[in-house]
Each structure stands twice: as C-alpha cells, then as structure tokens.
C-alpha cells in the first residue's frame, strides 16, 4: 500500500491535478480488498452463528438422552434392584416368619372346619336315630329330611372351603421352594456382587448428573458467544458504511481532476476547496472506522478465551462412563440366575397374595354360612324336642336322642367364633413384602433392559459432545481469524489520515484558505454547482454534517439544520439516509 508522500502531493509547482487521480485510484483499489475481507469477516461470523445453533441442538440431545425421564430412570432402576438383592436375606426372613404363621393358622383353621364336619356326620347320625326311635312317624320322618337337606349344604360349603386350603396349601409350597432356589442363587453369586452393582449405578448416576451439570455451562458459555457474535455481525457493517463513503470521495476526487469526466477545468479555489472538503470526510471517516474496527478487534480477542474454554469443557469429556457400563455389564451376568430366581419368586408370592386375598373374602362369607348351619342345628334341637312333647310315649324315645342334639348346636356355635378369630389372623398377616410390587411387574431383565437405556444415552451424549468439541474448535478458529483479518484492516484507517492530510497540503498549495468575499462570481456559481453535486452523492447523516461545514453562508441559510449522526453503536442503525 503506498503512502501519500505531503512532499509529493505539495511540489513547488505541480502540474495541473497532480496527486488528486493517483489518490482516487489508490482508495479505488484499496476499497475492494476492504469489501472482500468485511464480506468474508461476516460469512465467517454468520457460519460461526449457525456453528452454535447446531451445537445448542446437540446439548438439547444430551439433556434429553440423560434426563431423569430416560436415563436417569434406568439408573435408578438399576440401584433399586441392586439395593433389593442386598436387603433380600431379611425379606426372606420375614417372608418365612409370616408364611409360616400363615401354614400355621391355616392348620388351626382346618382342625377347626374338621370338627365341624365330625358334628356334622353325628348330627346325620341323630337323624337316622330319630327315624328309627320313631318307628316311621310321618312327622318325625319329615322333620328329619328337612335336617338332613341343612346337614348336606353345611357338608358341600366344608368340602369348598377344603379345596381351597388345599390349593393353598400348593401355593404355599411353591413360594417356599422359590425362595431356597433363590437363596442358593444369591449364596453362589457372592453377598458383594449387588453391593458392587449399587456402587457402579451409584457412580453412573453421579456421571449422568456431572455431564447435565457441565451442558448447563456449556449452554451459558454459548449463550454469550452466540449473542456477542450476533453482535459484532451487526457491528462491522461499518466496513459497508465506510465503502459507500469512500466511493463518494472517489466520485468528488475524480470531478475535480480536468479531463477526468470530460467537462470543463474548475477553478483552482474551487478544487481547493472541494480537497479541504474531502480531507474532512476522509478524516471522519478514519476516526470512525479506526475507533469501530478497534472496538470489534477487542470483542472478538474477548470471544477466544471463552471459546477456548468452550472447547475445553467438550473436548475434555472423556468421562469413564464406559468403564462403568462394562463393570455394570460383568454385575449384571453374574446376578442373571439371580433376577431369574427372583421374578419366580415374586411371580409365587404375587399369586399366595391374591389367593391369600380371595381365599379370606371366601372364608368370610363361608363363616356366616357355618354360623348359618348352628342356628339351624339350634333350631333342629328345639323343634325335635317339641315334637317328643306331642307324640307321648314315643316322644320319649326321641326324646332322648333330641337332647344330644343341643350340645352339638352349641359347639358349633363356639366353633364359628373360632373360625371368625383365625380369619381375623389371616387377615393381619403382611405378605407385601419390600419390592414385591416392583418386582411383579418384571424383574427378569430388569437390570439389562435399563442397561440398554443407560448405554444408549451414553453413546449419544458421547457423541454430540465429541461433535460439539470439533464445532467449538472451528468457532475458535473462525474468531481467531475474523480478529486477525479485521486487525489489519485498522491500517486503511492510517491510509484514511494520511490522504486527508496530503489533500490538505495540496489543497493549501493550490489556493490559500480565503473567505467568500474573495472569490469572484464564476468560482462562487461554480462552487455552488460543485456542493449541490456532492450533496447529491451523501447517503450518510454523517457526511451531510461535515458538508455543511463547508457551505458559504449564502447557501447554509437555504439548507435545514442536519442532524447529526450517533456514534456507532450494535443497538443502533447504521446512519444510513
């Protein structure tokens, strides 16, 4: 880039439009390496953007992977089930403890409905005495039909309630044979296999937390990079602003040099002044841009180290998830048996709870139909003793055998009370153990299905965060070469000042600074012409401002005051019109 030599640009006598060509033609070049690096700069910036879009895309994919909903539900599973194998020996304590008490109620409870079945055949024996002692008489013979008919429904309703004590007595069996199975199990696979499982799903479950607690700083960290570069893409359409300015100093440089467009010589106070005019805009021009690419220079330098440590946080995540996973995956082949003996086991008790449940609401009504049956007896006792008061000396015959029917109706009675007791008992019992309602809903597979899930998240956590630490380092890079690239353009500004101050060393050879009442009438028309031209160029609040510092007074009483452009600014527009 060649500098403006004041030495040059001012000789003793310069020939007419010296320097003034040359330096339109140097800002000219000058301006399309400036529009080719800003475009790049903002492609760069723009592609940087998308970079992050992306990547915020991927860490929603690794929060959603390891949420608390899909990842962190198989942890927990996976820590649940472990935790259930460790507590197992005092469940099956307790389930063997409240089994037992069920074997031994239940046994009451059929020694119970065995001596209501004994009182049950005496009482048809009764029957058959009656009939005899009263020799065929009618009335004795119905009364003891009707008995026998109550007799035989007490008989079928003892029969039913046997039944299913006996299927009980099955279920009861299986359970325990499923929890020695299952005990063995445990005792082969070692007490510190499910201890070592709950530590691995422990340490998973801390990594998933580590890694959500790492993408909540990751997602701040391209929070800020994301608004600051939005930012700064807004910020260097300064470059745009200072080419459209540029390209309107070209444009008064060029009409000020004789033959350059092809009309006539102006006057030298003319171009003096139009020189000083340009110089002003270049020298705005140079503060402002210089000022603006420094400010962006030292965001973007802001930008690195937080993109470096966006990098850093990605790019270090190696995490030992998959030693866990491996060491989960040996726990999880050495408890197989054991979840398989275990879902047997639960599958056992889930069925003697709800027979358990059913056999009990069973036992209920059947206890009001065996207090049913003593009324009756009750009443078969009163009844055959009225009958021996009307039939005389045959009734005393009966008589005798009607009296052994009142202590049966009696112990009936008392054995209906106790019937109600053992239910009662029954009922008490807790066979819900701990886990027992999770584990009916499948403990085989259990932990290698939530194993899948975990492995799954993993993996693609593991690979939108290795994505995320290439996108990083390309964003890091992308700045890194923004800054250096816009770096050197604060050299256009240098170039900027050092023109400015050749046109005004040239303007001050050509013709010294005089007032308006030294030009004559032609310079003063062709000013004129010259300024209301050039006004004609400006697309800038801030150009209009420095060209109206350079109007005569006879023409800056015919033009509205100008408002004056802002500093440049992200929030702001761009001072256009």
Request: glycine share 10%.
């Amino acid at each position: 880039m060649a500098r403006i030599d004041p030495v040059s640009a001012n000789p003793a006598a310069p020939p007419e439009g010296f320097g003034v060509a040359e330096l339109a033609d140097l800002l000219q070049g000058r301006m399309s390496g400036l529009e080719a690096d800003f475009r790049e700069a903002g492609e760069t910036l723009a592609s940087a953007i998308g970079i992050i879009d992306g990547m915020a895309e991927g860490v929603a994919t690794i929060r959603q992977s390891l949420s608390p909903e899909t990842a962190g539900v198989a942890v927990t599973r996976l820590r649940d089930v472990a935790y259930r194998l460790i507590t197992l020996p005092v469940i099956q304590t307790r389930r063997a403890v409240e089994v037992e008490t069920l074997t031994g109620r239940t046994r009451e409870l059929r020694e119970l409905l065995s001596e209501v079945g004994t009182i049950l055949k005496l009482l048809g024996i009764y029957g058959m005495n009656i009939k005899i002692a009263s020799s065929g008489e009618a009335a004795f013979f119905n009364f003891v039909v009707g008995m026998d008919e109550k007799l035989a429904s007490g008989r079928l309703e003892l029969r039913h309630i046997e039944r299913q004590l006996n299927q009980f007595g099955q279920v009861v069996n299986d359970v325990q044979g499923a929890d020695r199975l299952l005990a063995t199990e445990c005792a082969r696979a070692g007490a510190t296999v499910p201890a070592e499982l709950t530590g691995n799903a422990n340490a998973l479950q801390d990594h998933v937390q580590s890694v959500m607690r790492m993408t909540d700083e990751v997602a701040g960290i391209m929070r800020t990079v994301q608004g600051e570069v939005a930012r700064i893409l807004g910020a260097i359409q300064i470059g745009d602003s200072v080419r459209q300015r540029t390209e309107h100093v070209i444009t008064i440089l060029r009409r000020t040099v004789p033959g350059q467009t092809g009309e006539a010589a102006l006057p030298d106070v003319v171009v003096a002044h139009m020189a000083r005019l340009v110089a002003a805009q270049l020298d705005a021009m140079a503060d402002d841009f210089g000022r603006e690419i420094g400010a962006i220079v030292t965001s973007l330098e802001r930008l690195g180290p937080l993109a470096e440590h966006l990098r850093n946080l990605l790019g270090s995540h190696g995490g030992d998830d998959g030693q866990l996973l491996v060491r989960l995956e040996n726990d999880i082949a050495k408890l197989g048996a054991v979840t398989d003996k275990l879902c047997d086991a639960d599958v056992h008790l889930a069925e003697l709870t709800v027979f358990v449940s059913r056999t009990l609401a069973e036992l209920t009504e059947g206890l009001g139909r065996i207090r049913n049956i003593a009324v009756n007896v009750q009443d078969i006792s009163t009844n055959t003793q009225l009958l021996c008061r009307r039939h005389g000396v045959l009734g005393r015959a009966v008589a005798v055998i009607a009296k052994e029917v009142a202590p049966c109706a009696s112990r009936l009675d008392q054995l209906s009370l106790a019937v109600g007791r053992l239910i009662g008992v029954l009922a008490a019992i807790d066979l819900v153990q701990d886990g027992l309602a999770e584990g009916a809903r499948g403990t085989r597979g259990a932990l290698n299905d939530a194993l899948v899930v975990v492995r799954a998240a993993c993996e693609s956590s593991d690979l939108a965060l290795a994505k995320g630490g290439g996108d990083a380092h390309r964003i890091l890079a992308s700045l890194e070469s923004t800054a250096s690239d816009l770096s050197e353009q604060g050299a256009f500004a240098d170039m900027l000042a050092s023109a400015a101050h050749g046109l005004s060393l040239y303007a001050d050879h050509l013709a010294p600074t005089t007032g308006a009442t030294d030009r004559t009438v032609e310079e003063q028309a062709a000013l004129a012409d010259m300024l209301t031209w050039a006004a004609g160029l400006y697309t800038m609040a801030c150009e209009r401002v420095i060209h109206a510092d350079f109007l005569p007074p006879e023409m800056a009483a015919l033009v509205p005051p100008v408002v004056a452009a802002v500093a440049f600014d992200d929030d702001d527009d761009d001072g256009l019109f």
